[in-house]
């Protein structure tokens, strides 16, 4: 089992910046993908940006690529996505996901833990 945390979320103008950490127990994740997704109001949960066990490999959905960073630290067991220029349409509930296997996978089928979320708020 694999627990995660994820924090950092809040309110913030656009073009402002956010970090969000996810923190995990239980399991170790070092050797594990990692992923971040989010879910609008009214919309279906979407991939966002996904990491490789090593941190070697990313991948990005295309409406966050250049702007969002994605992180980790296996000594930590923590996830970052570091978010920059927000827009309106970022907000959501950003969720963090444990991936089965190490490499990088955008599809949640291919994610068997999953945190609570962390709301994320920009405003126009």
């Known amino acids: 089992q694999v627990q995660l945390v994820e924090s950092g979320g809040g309110l913030v103008q656009a073009g402002g910046s956010l970090r969000l950490s996810c923190a995990a127990s239980?399991?170790?994740?070092?050797?594990?993908?990692m992923g971040w997704f989010r879910q609008a109001p009214g919309n279906e949960r979407e991939f966002v940006a996904v990491?490789?066990?090593?941190?070697?490999?990313?991948t990005y959905a295309d409406s966050v690529k250049g702007r969002f960073t994605i992180s980790r630290d296996n000594a930590k067991s923590t996830v970052y996505l570091q978010m920059n220029n927000l827009k309106s349409e970022d907000t959501a509930v950003y969720y963090c996901?444990?991936?089965?296997?190490?490499?990088?996978?955008?599809?949640?089928?291919?994610?068997?833990?999953w945190g609570q979320g962390t709301q994320v708020t920009v405003s126009s």
């Open positions: 239980g399991r170790t994740i070092s050797y594990s993908g």
């Open positions: 996901a444990h991936k089965r296997g190490g490499t990088v996978a955008v599809e949640q089928r291919a994610y068997n833990y």
């Open positions: 990491i490789s066990w090593n941190g070697v490999s990313t």
